[in-house]
């Protein structure tokens, strides 16, 4: 079923030890193990084409010969093949992107992806987690050699052995496959443990310039993220809970409306919720369009402002159209497209913790790389403060299920009505922005915490509506300055929230 290829310089009883684990930890009986002696006569390329031209099966693994794998791997690598026969090759680490400077890592935090534990002698064990695990196979351009595993009836081209020993075997594998058609991916299906930590040397830099000679032309190489991770939450019962207000600014654009309007309903139980759209000044066909679509629903209302302020429209519709009835405020941008039922994920957080203040979710810009993950506010080398999201542009690299964190953009984010009403609802002195990162830290100052439960999941399609404003940045730089002087104001309680860079 599985063909195994390593080369190894050890001695024979660590080999022994090796191949019995490799044999009973694949949890398979039809295992081909093709060991190859090699004190550095060999390049690795060499190594794994003889044993491809050796192997018996059809799945070969070619590894490195100090790792550890998870009881059953075998089993779950045949799946992972067998329910994703458009892939060639899977690694258990790799990357989207490749640059042109042949460092496959650098844009690490971004664009990498996969887990791998690494446990050197006399070190604790760690995870290098450059991704969490999902349930599907990640398309990658390249993946690390610790693990390559593939079919070998599908790829267009063996290993490359024109250049570097140990070093760059990969790529010089992958991306001409990669080039060729054959689909190339990263698995979580199982845990690998890499008993060392590969370190760059000189034989690594001139591979690494063979390798350019040879592909530099080509690169780089950047694979945007093709499928976002969106678990199911299943619908609950909150008796304890009153309904949830959203509160969406509009103008123009019907059809984001629209989206956003269907979403929620699609989702969400539309029993547990009413909509209150704000709209700032479309035309009164625009208007006459949207009325007859949000006939559709019985939980939408309709209010008209002939003003745009977010601060002031939002706080003008929890003041006066909002009442006791709801006992939590959903801000919403128009440009919101939810792709689970947030409303509910939202609410397990309130149920979870006690002193819950705000509660965010997961955004996702239009070409599923990541928009928000939670606000960061960090201090630069010059003292100043600044502001940025979370994982912001990562492709695959976001948190998972509930964490504390400053604050949630109210582009999309839940709180307690009469919270928010105790700390003066949104200060609508900002012009355009940072009014929500404001409400966040006064509500933190009053002894809550923010959470952000990111397996709530949603497209935000950003500033869409008001994209064209040329005084944008002008009015941003303006309202940066208010906040920075609320921090001030507020440091010591606040400086445990902000991060030095």
């Known amino acids: 079923m599985i063909t195994i290829i390593y080369s190894t310089h050890k001695d024979e009883l660590y080999n022994n030890n090796f191949k019995k684990h490799l044999l009973q930890s694949t949890g398979l009986d039809n295992v081909q193990i ?22 018996t099966n059809d799945i070969v693994v070619c590894c490195h010969n100090d790792i550890k794998l998870e009881k059953g791997w075998g089993k779950k690598l045949l799946s992972d093949f067998e ?10 680490a790799g990357s989207c992107y490749f640059s042109k400077s042949g460092v496959y890592w650098e844009k690490l935090h971004q664009t990498m992806v996969g887990q791998v534990y690494h446990h050197p002698s006399n070190q604790k064990k760690f995870l290098s987690r450059y991704s969490p695990k999902v349930p599907f196979i990640v398309p990658v351009v390249t993946i690390d050699g610790v ?15 024109s250049y570097g020993k140990f070093h760059f075997y990969d790529h010089g594998f992958t991306i001409p496959n990669y080039f060729s058609g054959v689909k190339i991916g990263v698995t979580s299906s199982f845990d690998l443990t890499h008993e060392s930590v590969g370190q760059p040397n000189a034989e690594f830099y001139e591979s690494k310039k063979m390798f350019l000679n040879k592909w530099e032309n080509n690169l780089p190489l950047d694979m945007k993220p093709q499928e976002i991770y969106v678990p199911n939450i299943e619908r609950k019962n909150f008796k304890k809970f009153k309904k949830v207000a959203i509160v969406i600014p509009t103008k123009g654009n ?21 909509i209150f759209v704000a709209d700032t000044g479309s035309s009164e066909n625009e208007k006459k369009q949207m009325k007859l679509f949000f006939n559709k629903y019985s939980n939408i209302k309709l209010i008209e402002y002939d003003y745009y302020n977010f601060a002031k429209i939002n706080n003008d519709v929890v003041k006066n159209y909002i009442d006791e009835t709801y006992e939590f405020l959903l801000f919403c941008n128009n440009d919101i497209k939810i792709l689970n039922d947030v409303i509910t994920g939202m609410l397990l957080v309130y149920e979870k913790y006690k002193n819950t203040g705000t509660v965010g979710c997961r955004l996702h810009f239009e070409d599923n790389t990541i928009q928000h993950d939670g606000i960061l506010t960090f201090k630069n080398s010059k003292g100043d403060i600044n502001l940025t999201h979370k994982n912001f542009k990562n492709y695959y690299n976001h948190n998972k299920d509930i964490q504390e964190t400053l604050g949630s953009t ?5 709180v307690r009505r009469n919270l928010f009403l105790k700390i003066g609802m949104f200060n609508d002195d900002y012009i355009t922005c940072f009014e929500d990162v404001e409400m966040n830290m006064r509500i933190y100052l009053l002894g809550f915490k923010n959470y952000i439960n990111h397996n709530c999941v949603s497209y935000h399609y950003e500033s869409k509506t008001r994209k064209n404003d040329v005084s944008k940045l002008e009015k941003e730089q303006i309202d940066i300055t208010k906040l920075r002087k609320f921090i001030s104001e507020n440091i010591k309680k606040l400086e445990n929230l902000i991060v030095s860079i």
């Open 34 to 55: 093709l060991e190859y002696i090699n004190n550095n006569q060999y390049s690795l390329s060499e190594v794994y084409n003889k044993g491809i031209a050796e192997s």
């Open 83 to 92: 329910n994703n026969p458009e892939y060639g090759i899977i690694g258990k």
């Open 147 to 161: 693990f390559m595993s593939f079919n070998k009836n599908k790829i267009k081209h063996l290993f490359d052995e």
């Open 254 to 274: 019907i059809h984001l409306i629209e989206e956003c309007v269907k979403s929620f309903n699609n989702q969400c139980d539309e029993n547990i919720f009413d």
């Open 410 to 414: 109210a582009a999309l984010c839940m």
